[in-house]
């Protein structure tokens, strides 16, 4: 009989990442995140929503302009993720599994935190000012980013 094989660290976590992405409303992306300790403990996940007690019918999820753009109201997978610890745990040398490379407003709180590794899937918008800012930092305050390159545990939510 043939062992099973089990999933490695890097898949589950990424897994988590992709799993907690699905609870996102956004119509157009969907982000997760998830932070893990040195010793593969889950410390925090987090998707991109609209803040705690906002009425998310009430905010737009439109690509829009003025107060009709979504972009003045999401809370970002990552942000959530920081935000989201238990009791203020430290994230200091954590790893952060994201769906989607960190714009630069969350780079910055990655790199407050002392997250020391970016794990992400999609750089999508890399060619964007906001990303390459993004990359910029991280590279200058030491954290080590690269692309995930294992497979993703499929969710068959239908």
Not at 115 to 142: C, P, R
């Amino acid at each position: 009989m043939e062992k099973a094989k089990n999933i490695s660290w890097e898949e589950y976590f990424m897994s988590m990442a992709v799993l907690s992405s699905q609870r996102s409303k956004d119509p157009n992306t969907k982000v997760g995140a998830c932070i893990v300790d040195s010793d593969h403990k889950i410390v925090s996940n987090g998707y991109n929503g609209m803040p705690c007690g906002c009425d998310e019918d009430e905010l737009s999820w439109n690509k829009g302009e003025g107060l009709d753009s979504k972009y003045l109201y999401v809370c970002h997978a990552e942000f959530n993720a920081i935000l989201n610890t238990r009791d203020g745990a430290a994230l200091k040398g954590c790893t952060l599994y994201v769906t989607l490379f960190p714009c630069n407003e969350c780079a910055k709180a990655i790199i407050q935190k002392g997250i020391k590794e970016v794990v992400y899937m999609d750089n999508k918008y890399a060619d964007t000012t906001g990303t390459q800012a993004s990359a910029k930092m991280l590279k200058l305050a030491g954290v080590k980013t690269r692309k995930y390159e294992g497979r993703i545990i499929k969710f068959d939510f239908e």
